[in-house]
């Protein structure tokens, strides 16, 4: 310990001799749960670790070390983000724990209105909410946790506070994680408007379907999105509205351009003029407005 704790022993000479990282993975572990052990005897603990998901090998191997000598009655909560969620609870059943324990699985799905109301009346100020109506913080988070906290903290500071920029940044840098062509499965998704199916999707982005189909599995994972059936087809659209109109405003004009276009003449290509729709001709003509071009009717534009 004295080579993280450097003002541990008292003659400062000292330091504690290299260990493998494997061996020091297991010193530092059973080193903090004994000073645990001894620093709360007769005590229950309640311990958080958040954010699992930023956690390395090398941390989840000291946590693993941590909780088998822990040896006292404790909680812990454990947060991740749902994509790892499957990883964390198998992590978590692999502990081999000698003494009574068990485990509780706890999503977090996004907020009802009256829960959503709830949660800012517990941190906001009356005068704050009679400002902002009830409709306010719903409408502009959906009830999702992050965004809605993302909002309460805005408001906190500065009650005449506009979050939709903040908002905006905060499903930005999220989506900056993910990899391009991620973000370009979601951009294509946004410029669609609506559900689009997987073909399609691959269609738009001139690429061969079966190279989307593990990227789209992971933002499923990642709740980013959903899978909707209709007529016993499936199609993908958006989790949550306000994610969709901010990954769509965040496009360039130039790649949204290319975007409606492409829409555009793989639609026309595909379905006119041996399929005809209403909701067709109207799609068509909105990507063809979109993309700069006149549409004069379905499947054709100058």
Not at 2 to 14: A, C, G, H, K, V
Request: neutral net charge.
């Amino acid at each position: 310990m004295s080579r993280y704790f450097y003002d541990l022993p008292d003659n400062m000479q000292i330091r504690g001799a290299p260990l493998s990282p494997e061996r020091e993975v297991f010193a530092v572990g059973h080193t903090l749960a004994m000073l645990v052990n001894r620093l709360c005897a007769g005590k229950r603990l309640m311990l958080i670790f958040e954010d699992l998901h930023w956690y390395d090998e090398h941390s989840l191997a000291l946590l693993r070390i941590f909780i088998m000598k822990l040896r006292l009655p404790a909680i812990f909560f454990f947060t991740s983000r749902p994509e790892f969620s499957d990883t964390i609870i198998k992590f978590l059943y692999n502990i081999k724990i000698e003494f009574h324990h068990c485990l509780m699985d706890i999503p977090l799905p996004p907020f009802s209105k009256d829960e959503t109301v709830s949660y800012c009346r517990y941190f906001l100020k009356e005068d704050i909410l009679e400002k902002r109506n009830e409709d306010y913080f719903f409408g502009k988070s959906e009830g999702i946790p992050l965004l809605l906290a993302e909002m309460v903290r805005k408001v906190r500071d500065h009650a005449e506070a506009d979050c939709s920029v903040a908002l905006d940044k905060l499903i930005m840098s999220r989506f900056e994680e993910l990899s391009v062509l991620q973000r370009d499965i979601l951009s294509c998704l946004s410029v669609f408007g609506g559900p689009a199916s997987a073909e399609n999707i691959a269609a738009a982005l001139s690429m061969q379907c079966e190279n989307i189909y593990e990227p789209l599995s992971d933002l499923l994972c990642r709740d980013m999105i959903r899978e909707i059936e209709s007529d016993g087809r499936f199609f993908v659209d958006f989790s949550h509205e306000n994610i969709k109109e901010s990954v769509y405003r965040s496009l360039y004009v130039f790649k949204r351009i290319y975007l409606h276009k492409s829409i555009a003449n793989f639609l026309s290509a595909k379905y006119y003029p041996h399929v005809w729709k209403p909701e067709l001709s109207a799609t068509l003509c909105y990507h063809y407005k979109n993309s700069g071009r006149r549409c004069k009717a379905v499947g054709t534009a100058s």
